[in-house]
Nanobody
Framework: QVQLVESGGGLVQPGGSLTLSCAAS????????MGWYRQAPGKQRELVAT???????NYGTSVRGRFTISIDNVQNTVYLQMNSLKPEDTAVYYC?????????WGKGTLVTVSI
């Protein structure tokens, strides 16, 4: 069993910042990478950012330069620092982890960017 606990979502004004975190626990031997995806209403789920345990990152084009992903390999936790938030960043943000040949998703945390 793999447990993913996401936190940090909420309401923020345009231009503001928010930090998401996702802690992985349970049978996570072989954990190789963690990341974030998001899904806005009526849209497909899309890549936000991923990071390997060695620190190699990959960002979606819409967030590059505004969001920063980081990983704590001791705590098995991934963070997403989101700056200069825009209304179009409003979505449910999902944590995703890769271990062995499997991938697991969190339940999601809602981020709303609005006045």
């Amino acid at each position: 069993q793999v447990q993913l606990v996401e936190s940090g979502g909420g309401l923020v004004q345009p231009g503001g910042s928010l930090t998401l975190s996702c802690a992985a626990s349970g049978s996570i031997g072989g954990l190789s990478a963690m990341g974030w995806y998001r899904q806005a209403p009526g849209k497909q789920r899309e890549l936000v950012a991923t990071i390997s345990r060695s620190g190699v990152t990959n960002y979606g084009t819409s967030v590059r330069g505004r969001f920063t992903i980081s990983i704590d390999n001791v705590q098995n936790t991934v963070y997403l620092q989101m700056n200069s938030l825009k209304p179009e960043d409003t979505a449910v943000y999902y944590c995703r982890v890769w271990l062995g040949g499997m991938t697991y998703w969190g339940k999601g945390t809602l981020v709303t960017v609005s006045i």
